[in-house]
């Protein structure tokens, strides 16, 4: 078996989950090559770098593949040097940023179920996509009325968290895959503004890869 000589990240362009784990490469300076996956309707575990819940992002490392944003985040930064002051999920010790955290990815998680829906032609007009739109447009509410008060209570001498990564990207993501206009939630487009002033956003733009 041949030795990796840099990481891979396996995603797409397109993916706010995948997006996770380049801005934490472009954070690290970790310079990972990406590998596309072409077709997300693919049953193929192959396809996903071997994950067998066929989901992207994966990393794969000369230490071994790890499935998820989460993981290819925190294996990119235990492989950096120096090492950021990143502040994990688990660092989340207070109901507030705690929740902040869990509807960020479960909001991710419910426009990624929109999407496929929509991807394989069932539309937004079952009852279960009523559903999802309603605890999307839920989950936004709080998040717009959180937000202000969640990112003032992390950590001021981080270089970065987890979740003003996520939060970045499901903001961003929901507009360029036509979800749900963020324009009225005035707290996280103010957020969004800052955010991408960071190099890290500027260098992982969405697009459709080709």
């Known amino acids: 078996m041949a030795v990796l000589e840099k990481p891979v990240i396996i995603g797409r362009s397109s993916s706010h989950f995948t997006r996770i784990a380049r801005i934490f490469a472009a954070e690290l300076r970790a310079e990972p090559s990406f590998q596309v996956v072409r077709d997300l309707l693919s049953t193929d575990p192959g396809d996903y770098g071997g994950n067998p819940a066929l989901r992207i992002p994966v990393l794969k490392t000369s230490r071994g593949v ?80 959180n937000a202000n008060a969640a990112l003032a209570a992390l950590p001021p001498e981080r270089d970065v968290s987890y979740l003003e990564v996520t939060l970045f990207c499901l903001v961003t993501h929901l507009e360029f895959r036509d979800v749900l206009p963020v324009q009225p939630y005035a707290a996280l487009n103010q957020f969004r503004q800052q955010f991408e002033q960071r190099p890290s956003a500027n260098e992982t733009r969405y697009r459709f890869d080709t």
Do not use: C, I, Y
């Open 66 to 145: 790890w499935f998820g944003a989460l993981n290819a985040s925190r294996e990119m930064w235990r492989q950096s040097s120096p090492r950021l002051r990143v502040v994990w999920p688990e660092d989340l010790d207070t109901p507030l940023l705690a929740n902040m955290q869990e509807l960020t990815l479960q909001a991710m998680a419910t426009e990624v179920t929109l999407v496929m829906e929509k991807m394989a032609g069932a539309g937004e007009g079952t009852t279960h996509a009523r559903k999802l739109r309603e605890s999307l447009l839920n989950m936004m509410a709080w998040l717009e009325q």
